[in-house]
């Protein structure tokens, strides 16, 4: 391979350009004549008996066509091993209704559908459903629904799963440690708050399919949504939109089960859009983790033991909470090299809203922790901070304390001292005011989990004028992942971005590329599209070298030609194109890749030998201001540096990098939505606040490229790791301006006013 | 219920429309003049996905009520397209990489426009106060400042291309 033309560069992104002419569709804008209109009925209690549902009354309401329940619904009960856990009697099973039938377990549950001629007339047929309920004790704290004396969410325990990590001797190592710190962390709950809110239009086509086109990260949920309608998987069709922001919000099912249901029972085409308050109560938020840690060194800063003790609130249903707690629970030692090592996780059912995937999935709780941890324990031993983390740092070619063995490069000594030294000259210290400095570093996985045998398909095709077409089933989040994907195909045939078109997230029409989820897209469909490029090219220059009459080896594409490399020889792509249709050549590639597999996990397990594809680590350090007099925190600077393997779009990168560190300060200090007894008290954007322009420094990046990822030329992934250290840092920070440990988020001004007055 | 007819000049043209005395100039726009760029992230103010110029000042049009707007003049983003140009602040968006997912674009750059008509030469800190009641998830919010500096001094003040080649 030759030297690479346009990876790493800052690429103007395809899509950008209809995204700032608003020409770009999203969930919301489409619409289908004779559509109807849909609204969903939500539990008002976090835990009650439904008597009765009496839809009578809005049944006869004009211009209703449809009202579904739970009885309306083919298979509304969906049962579904949890993953990993395993008991005598066989696999613990977590079951979800589609629409409550005779029981809500969370503020926002769904009892009824409604479709009607117009959005008002379903609002009001909505008010007209009566739903008897006998409200029943809530469970609202994981670590009280572990008690035997607890109301039970679900039938059997409030336990959904476990996961542990076991190493070493944990007590001979607590012995050998000179010092010993010991906290408990507590974080909470955190909605992804896109912009854009849930929805899209469905109808029904020929031979019967379901058509659904809405905003998701995962159109292969087409599955799921044949199962509940019982009838064949290839009879759903889930086309995906441009996404308005996700972080994992959009990755369960939203509406796409219901308006199937609508669409099956009524035959028209019906839009259902969720408002901000209903997309609050509807989706799932980031776990709260109560993290019990002990963490042992020795005087020359050295790890001995560490013992973790994780719970998080997995809400009212299972979703991925058995998984996110694995993320939680093989991330719990942070990028170390630990000798003695134990943890131990739950997750548990409450009459909380659910939480599943959310950006870091599991990943920033546990770094708050072991951040926090690591900067206690350097005070303690009066060490230097950076100089205890690189004693310390897990080292390529090592194992994990979990198991698994580090197979990339692990750049982190050079990513804090970067982080760290990037950091401009403290701003001076003002009276009232508190300057302090910190940092934190992360690993987090990229890709799915090894045992779930990922794979993504593309197709890459050549047109007769020498254009080329991409399909691959990748929704585009916004990150840019299709963007970097044209740019991939581009670098290899030497055809420009304008000349390429790129079909994305159709679950019938694109191959299938998997999920916009873990940090996988640029890995997995990225190397797919590298592939599939890879035997173009070769089909290409195979013909062109009969053509030329000189050996492949000898030839290069770039600008629509083939050219000799050493030569002044010449001829158009176009021409070569047309001979190949002549003799009948295939031109066209469709490529498969495949992560590494690995053997199923379960719960019993102490070590992995491989649980991720591969991980990314990185550094933030952070600057704060801190008022005394009202508690107020102001980040003043942000640094996040990576080893990010190789940059394909520099812009792109540097866009997650800017937009995770900031999500991650709404993280720290203000994100909450507060959930008291099951009620959520933060229900619209006035009241969950996340961060404006005004809250946030400019955040400074810095991209190492070690290009020893799994992704295309070496990438690894930045899309989740950029958001994982942030509250740690933060944290970190607090710290050093106001000599208090802050061991929950968020960390609010109350929070910082009552602890300074504690102190004195 | 009644409806009454709205007269009012959107993007250079004079509309008059049927509308219900409850509706939002963002339902009004939306789905009767088909400007589906304009954007609902909330229906309550607090995200400004929704902004368009009135009379030269931006405001959330899921706040205002359509009569309200009874002979004002709107401008929404692709009233910036009126001449089949690009405008600069768009182009600066594209080149500056301050389009992520583009939910909050079409208010971002409305919200821009109003401060830019106002303020040809905004320090870094107005432009900060000028959207800040534009929510972005996605970007860390520093490249979309960039862009419309970058545009405040000079470096994206041409036109760009054909919209539409």
Redesign the interface.
């Known amino acids: 391979m030759s030297e690479l033309k346009l990876i790493g560069k ?1 690429a ?2 395809y ?3 209809d ?8 969930g ?2 489409f619409v289908m004549p004779g559509m109807l209109h849909a609204k969903v009925l939500r539990s008002k209690y976090p835990s009650a008996k439904i008597l009765s549902i009496n839809t009578h009354e809005a049944e006869r309401l004009p211009g209703v066509k449809a009202i579904i329940t739970a009885k309306d619904v083919p298979y509304n009960e969906r049962a579904s091993n949890v993953v990993g856990q395993t008991t005598e009697i066989g696999a613990i099973q977590a079951i979800q209704p589609v629409l409550a039938k005779d029981r809500v377990r969370f503020l926002g549950e769904p009892i009824a559908l409604i479709a009607a001629e117009s959005l008002e007339i379903a609002e009001k047929a909505t008010n007209l459903i009566k739903v008897d309920y006998e409200k029943l004790p809530v469970v609202s704290d994981p670590i009280e629904a572990m008690k035997p004396s607890s109301p039970l969410v679900h039938e059997g325990s409030n336990i959904l799963a476990k996961w542990k990590i076991a190493k070493g001797d944990i007590e001979k190592g607590f012995k050998e440690s000179d010092v010993i710190v010991e906290n408990t962390y507590y974080t909470q709950f955190q909605d ?6 849930e929805g899209g239009v469905a109808w029904i086509d020929n031979d019967e399919v379901i058509n659904i086109r809405l905003t998701t990260q995962v159109i292969e949920h087409y599955r799921d949504v044949a199962k509940v309608l019982g009838v064949p998987e290839s009879k759903i069709r889930v086309i995906g939109t ?4 996700g ?1 994992g919000g959009k990755e369960d099912v939203t509406v796409e089960t219901f308006l199937a249901l609508l669409v099956q029972k009524t035959k028209k085409p019906v839009k259902l859009i969720y ?2 308050e209903e997309s609050i109560l509807a989706h799932d938020k980031r776990h709260p983790f109560v993290m019990k840690y002990k963490t042992g060194a020795k005087k020359n800063g050295k790890l001995v033991a560490l013992k973790a003790e994780l719970v998080s609130d997995a809400g009212a249903y299972a979703y991925l909470s058995p998984w996110v707690l694995l993320y939680a629970t093989v991330h719990a030692s942070g990028p170390y090299d630990i000798p003695n090592i134990k943890v131990d996780s739950k997750t548990v059912y409450t009459n909380n809203i659910f939480t599943s995937a959310f950006r870091c999935f599991g990943g920033t709780q546990v770094c708050f922790a072991y951040e926090s941890q690591m900067d206690e324990l350097a005070h303690k031993l009066g060490m230097d901070s950076l100089k205890i983390r690189e004693i310390n740092y897990i080292k390529r070619g090592e194992k994990l304390p979990a198991g698994q063995r580090i197979e990339s490069t692990v750049a982190l000594t050079e990513t804090a001292s970067r982080a760290w030294k990037a950091l401009e000259k403290p701003n001076k210290s003002k009276k009232g005011k508190r300057i302090g400095r910190g940092f934190a570093s992360m690993m987090q996985s990229y890709g799915r989990l090894t045992m779930l045998h990922d794979s993504s398909h593309a197709w890459v095709g050549i047109e007769m004028d020498g254009s080329l077409i991409i399909r691959t089933g990748v929704p585009d ?4 992942q299709g963007s970097s994907l044209v740019q991939i195909a581009s670098e290899i045939l030497g055809i420009p971005g304008e000349d390429i078109s790129i079909h994305l997230t159709d679950s019938s029409l694109t191959p299938l590329a998997g999920t916009t989820t873990a940090t996988r897209q640029l890995y997995m469909s990225g190397n797919a599209v590298l592939q599939a490029s890879r035997n173009l090219r070769n089909m290409i220059l195979s013909r062109a070298s009969q053509m030329l009459n000189v050996s492949k080896e000898e030839l290069d594409l770039t600008d629509k030609k083939v050219i000799v490399k050493k030569g002044k020889k010449e001829i158009p792509l176009v021409d070569v194109v047309k001979e190949m249709a002549a003799d009948g050549l295939p031109r066209n590639s469709f490529a498969m890749f495949n992560a590494p597999f690995s053997k199923p996990l379960n719960s019993e397990m102490e070590q992995y030998e491989r649980v991720f594809p591969d991980f990314t680590f990185g550094t933030q350090a952070a600057e704060v201001e801190i008022d005394e007099e009202t508690g107020k925190i102001k980040v003043t600077q942000l640094v996040s540096s990576y080893d990010v393997g190789r940059v394909v779009n520099r ?2 990168v ?2 997650q990098m ?6 991650g300060i709404g993280y720290a200090l203000l994100e909450d939505i507060k959930s008291e007894k099951g009620i959520i008290q933060a229900k ?3 009241q969950y606040l ?1 961060p ?3 809250d ?1 420094p ?2 400074k990046t810095i991209i190492l490229e070690s290009k020893t990822g799994l992704g295309p030329f070496g990438a690894k992934g930045i899309g989740e790791p950029s958001m994982t250290p942030t509250a740690a840092a933060i944290a970190n920070a607090i710290y050093d301006a106001t000599g208090i440990r802050f061991t929950s988020l968020p960390i609010t001004p109350e929070k910082i006013i009552m602890a300074l007055k504690k102190k004195e | 219920m009644k409806k009454y007819t709205l007269h009012m000049v959107v993007n250079g043209e004079e509309i008059s429309i049927e509308t219900k005395p409850n509706a939002t100039l963002l339902e009004v726009l939306r789905d009767e003049l088909n400007l589906m760029e304009v954007k609902e992230g909330c229906g309550q103010g607090d995200c400004g996905a929704c902004a368009v110029i009135l009379d030269g000042k931006a405001v959330n049009s899921c706040l205002t009520l359509a009569m309200q707007a009874e002979g004002r003049e709107i401008t929404t983003l692709s009233g910036l397209n009126k001449n089949g140009k690009i405008h600069p602040l768009q182009k600066s968006f594209v080149s500056h990489g301050a389009i992520q997912c583009g939910f909050c674009t079409p208010g971002m750059i409305m919200s821009a426009k109003a401060l830019l008509d106002k303020n040809p030469h905004p320090t870094r800190d107005e432009i900060k106060i000028a959207i800040s009641g534009n929510l972005c998830r996605c970007t860390g919010y520093k490249k979309i400042i960039e862009a419309i500096e970058a545009v405040t001094k000079g470096k994206e003040e041409k036109e760009g291309e054909n919209v539409r080649a």
């Open positions: 800052p103007q992104r899509d950008a350009r995204k700032a002419l608003g020409i770009t569709k999203y919301a804008d992804h708050a896109y912009m854009e809110l441009f996404i308005g922001g972080f408002t901000r989040l916004g990150g840019g812009n792109s540097e866009g800017e937009g995770g560190a900031v999500m619209n954007l006035a996340i404006t322009s005004l946030v400019e955040v």
